[in-house]
């Protein structure tokens, strides 16, 4: 099979998400290192390829930022990794199909939170810092006038700008998921994520790298940094769990779920199934 269907993802997604809140802590926190690490580097070649790009090139520098940037993710869904967005998706839709906990949810979103954040600011110091990727030249002055336009945004359109990015991101994180190859999993990553990134909308943990990464330089403060991580955060949260997990729950979930579990109907693999072959034709026929 090449594709998982729709109904397949969901079902596949919301026991992924049960399996990352049962991770110990050292692997969460591990992993969200090593994730939040991955998004900086990819973010931190976006700055190194398009920082001395010539104005006239305008929009075509970005979109060629934009076409680099998503490695980072790639690195993070087959390498392995814990990365908040994509977290911000699939263990809600374990919450929401009951296989988890609202506490063992939130418990998970914050313990990568911290991992992300520590390997955002490992690439943006040493490597952009002390190393000096970042830290003078265009490649300076292309990362401080970046991190001003998120920290420029108010705290509504910083919220709504977390709102679309993570609506990609999780949607490029659920296409991985229902791809079987290697070659098939980065197409779906790369194209969602270069959308969002050409876009402009704001990634909190892309955030987490590019806005300490002014700081170190001596531009802006911790305390702006906050303000904007806030809104991105919820902004990120909302865009995942609702217009990606929530969403598909209500499609293919809400209705399968009882009848998986009643004892009084039809069999249960029956019923999933009947399901599973109605997804499949609709399916095929969106395709």
């Known amino acids: 099979m090449a594709a998982k269907t729709p109904l397949e993802v969901a079902q596949y997604t919301a026991q992924t998400g049960m399996k990352k809140a049962q991770n110990p802590v050292s692997s969460v926190l591990i992993l969200g290192f090593l994730a939040g690490a991955f998004i900086a580097l990819g973010f931190l070649l976006d700055i190194r ?57 939130l418990k998970n979103l914050l313990l990568v939170t911290l991992g992300n954040l520590l390997g955002a600011l490992f690439v943006a110091f040493f490597f952009g810092h002390v190393l000096g990727l970042t830290a003078d030249g265009v490649y300076l002055t292309k990362v401080v006038d970046m991190a ?73 403060t911790w305390g702006q940094y906050v303000m904007n991580f806030i809104p991105v955060w919820l902004g990120n949260l909302t ?32 019923a999933v199934s009947s399901v599973e072959a109605d997804a499949r034709g609709m399916w095929s026929k969106q395709a």
């Open 148 to 220: 001003g336009h998120k920290l420029h945004d108010s705290f509504f359109q910083a919220f709504i700008s977390g709102i679309g990015c993570n609506w990609l991101v999780a949607l490029a994180v659920w296409l991985s998921y229902a791809a079987d190859t290697m070659s098939g999993k980065i197409l779906g990553i790369w194209f969602p994520t270069m959308a969002f990134v050409a876009i402009g909308f704001q990634h909190v943990v892309a955030n987490m790298f590019l806005i300490p990464a002014a700081i170190f330089e001596g531009h802006y």
């Open 239 to 270: 865009g995942g769990a609702l217009f990606v997990a929530a969403a598909y729950w209500m499609v293919y979930l809400r209705k399968t779920e009882p009848v998986v579990k009643s004892e009084t109907t039809a069999p249960a693999s029956a």
């Open 49 to 105: 390829v398009i920082a001395s790009a010539p104005a006239e090139w305008g929009s075509i520098a970005t979109f060629i930022g934009a076409a680099v940037f998503p490695v980072g993710l790639i690195l993070v869904l087959i390498g392995g990794g814990e990365l908040l967005t994509g977290n911000m998706m699939a263990v809600p839709l374990a919450a929401i199909t009951r296989k988890i906990t609202p506490a063992s949810m």
